[in-house]
């Protein structure tokens, strides 16, 4: 079997944060801890796509900031997201003069990108690297579904894809988290081909990666303060602890899903949120506020994506997931 | 300055590759060199989306097999390719239960993903990993250009997306190519808004990327005995050509662009070859084949992307550029 577990022998760290969310987001348990509350999900621009980068632009400036460091002592940037060619990252580099990595994992990409940041901080190949994603509602809709002009009904199933952005500055050394392991996933598709239902699709990638994990390190449940998963949202997240549960591991005590708590209940998502940006601001705002405040020591930080696109679900293909895990330690 | 340039203490080196190509592309200079040449473009697939995932698939598989190693013993898989949301390489991963990363690079995948695997390898994280991406003209041109079928005139700037794919096994040890070090890329962005016009937005991408490698290495371009570029074309390679002798750095010697010479004269291409397959291919075969008979001992690898988007292009954006170098010896 190939090795999926790695481990940061140098423990790269996460020196700073940062975070922004649109009106909707900042209604919910988040509100209190995101950095910037968006009050127009525009963000001041003239299309959806703009805004999407103009936030993720903002993150990652906000975390260079935030460590008190300067764009020209970031060695790599390490970014993606959900829209075609992945431009709101691109388009973000474009306005730092940092190495730049895009990487493409959907939801999943905050997880990617910190395990990718933290691979090239352990080796020695950089000493400050940002990782960052997003994602916005409204960009989101029109290119995986329809427009919002049309006013489509939104089945039971469905979630909600998260206006916002995360982003953090993982450095060599300093105060901050500690990246100690991670596990890569593979990916897994068991055949859901309801495009409505991202939390049934990606549940089984997340309980392949979190069983590898655990395999792989010999842990209990128990050792973590939190498993917390990306965006699988209220179902996704029964199925999750189903699956896990069915091959011996039980979850259920620690476990939290971004997508299921970013949302107050009477807004009208349906399973919870959903995005890149969602396990994104909950991770770089929530999370790391409770983290740095002694409320946890130990996460694994598992986001989930769905690999599919508009031209394979419409050639009749399943939707191929993949989840990969990272493990915070304060 | 961040640092941009990285050096691989350990010198993780490409064992084995695999590449395949189409029928309009095996009649030129890789037409000797490619492992598997196609007789029939569909790969005898249904839509040109599943030709080209089951192209990269079968370059995956090649890497392996040709290093005489099975599936379970590769940790990680790196790979990416033009589709909206990379659906060649998700789909391609489905196939391998193998740890994957999903990158995206445009026409520079092939450079970014040996530099990702390369640092995983090097760190110690993992003992084989493959690198591999594809394209496809047809999918291209459906996704970033007109449907084939309305016949449009393609003007004299353009290039013709590569019908191919190309793998690398990087490993920890064996005999092969080994690749010490690697110049991550920033955006760049000269504000060229031809969207078929390739070569002159990606041609100062590439000059900055290999600017900064000779600055930050001290080499002479003379230690050289090749520095290619992955897909300016003609009239990109002239810019390219142009762009850093004004600052001081004449290549004109010891450069080649694979999208260049990867197609006969009498073909009707105008400016030569792009895509994420035309530098995967031509390094897969052509140059790996001249490395490992002694016809090239140092080659500096810079694979060029345009990260633009059809929905980006719409919006009035300009195109911004980026290229990843790779140093390969032997």
Redesign the interface.
Known sequence: ????T?YFKNQPRIIAVSSIAGTKECKGIIGRYVETALSDDMFGES?F??AECKMLSHVIDGAITNAGLKR?????LVS?D??????SA??A??DF??????????CSTMA?SLA?AA??I??G????AVAATGSHFASAER?YRYPLELGTTRPPQSQWTVTGAGGALVAKEGDGIRITAAT????V?YGVTDVNNMGAAMAPAAADTILAHFRATGEDVADYDLIVTGDLGALGSRILKDLTWEKGLDISANHVDCGEIIYNVIEDEFQGGSGAGCSAVVLNSYIHSKMMTGGLKKVLFVATGA??????SG?G?SI?C?AHAVVLER
Chains 1, 2 share one sequence.
Do not use: C, W
């Not at 890569?184 to 990916?187: E, F, I, M, N």
């Not at 690999?307 to 394979?312: D, K």
């Open positions: 079997m190939g090795n999926q790695i299309t796509e703009k020209d002592q970031i060695d790599i993606g959900l829209l075609n060619q992945i431009i691109s388009f580099a474009r003069s940092i190495s730049f990595l895009g990487v493409y994992g959907a990617e990718v691979t090239f352990d080796g190949h950089a000493n400050y290119q890569l996933g593979k990916v598709d690999l599919l696109s508009t031209v394979s050639q293909e191929p993949i």
